[in-house]
Each structure stands twice: as C-alpha cells, then as structure tokens.
C-alpha cells in the first residue's frame, strides 16, 4: 500500500520560496516516477512537476518552468519540489504522487493523473499578493 507523507506547505507573500517533502513507502521507490500535483478549489488537480526514476528527467507545468525545480533522495525515498517566486495562483493544496508503473516517463506521469497513485493528505500552499 502506498503510503506518502507531504510537508513543507505553509502561507507566504508572493515572491516568496517554500520547499515541499515527500517521504515515500510500501512500494519500490527506485524504478518509479514521482510527481507533485496540486488542487486548488473548484478546479481539477493538475500534474505540476514530474522526475523520472533516475532522476535526469523532468517534467514542468508551463506555469511553473523556471520558478519550481523538482528532485529526489532515492537513498532516502524522498521526493522535492523547491518552489520559488510564488504567485497568488500557485495557491493549492499539493499531493506527492507515485507512478503506478515502473519506469514510466516524468511527462506521461504529469500529463495523467490516473497514472498515479496518491496516498497522503496533502500540504496547503497559500501565496498572498
């Protein structure tokens, strides 16, 4: 069963920085696509940065390219989303998310939420003009 811990979320201005955690267990962490999607209020969740199982790929949200870097701890099961210059639109609660099978492509993973398995509660990013 997978099961994920998300952190790192809390209320900033915009231009603002926070950097998302995501502890990962009960699957194997090494040839998996990982991903951060988030989920604002009234609107779908939409996939916003994905890294492949090595992580030398990567995937970006055309809303996020050159503000977020997402990266992994492979030792550590560990997933990150550093998020810089954060705007009032970033605002959403953010789920780590697990590619339901192996070596599938950061993009792939992005592009269809159905091809990943959610198992956290989520952490709130809120961003204030």
């Known amino acids: 069963q997978v099961q994920v811990v998300e952190s790192g979320g809390g209320a900033v201005q915009a231009g603002g920085s926070l950097r998302l955690s995501c502890t990962a267990s009960?699957?194997?962490?090494?040839?998996?696509?990982m991903g951060w999607f988030r989920q604002a209020p009234g609107k779908e969740r939409e996939g916003v940065s994905c890294?492949?199982?090595?992580?030398?790929?990567?995937y970006d949200v055309d809303s996020v390219k050159g503000r977020f870097a997402i990266s992994r701890g492979n030792g550590k099961n560990t997933l990150y989303l550093q998020m810089d210059n954060l705007k009032p639109e970033d605002t959403a609660m953010y789920y780590c998310?697990?590619?339901?099978?192996?070596?599938?492509?950061?993009?792939?993973?992005?592009?269809?939420?159905?091809?990943?398995?959610?198992g956290g509660q989520g952490t709130q990013v809120t961003v204030s003009s």
């Open positions: 890294i492949n199982w090595t992580g030398d790929t990567t």
């Open positions: 009960g699957f194997d962490f090494g040839p998996t696509a």
């Open positions: 998310a697990a590619a339901r099978i192996a070596y599938t492509g950061a993009s792939s993973l992005c592009r269809d939420s159905k091809r990943g398995m959610f």
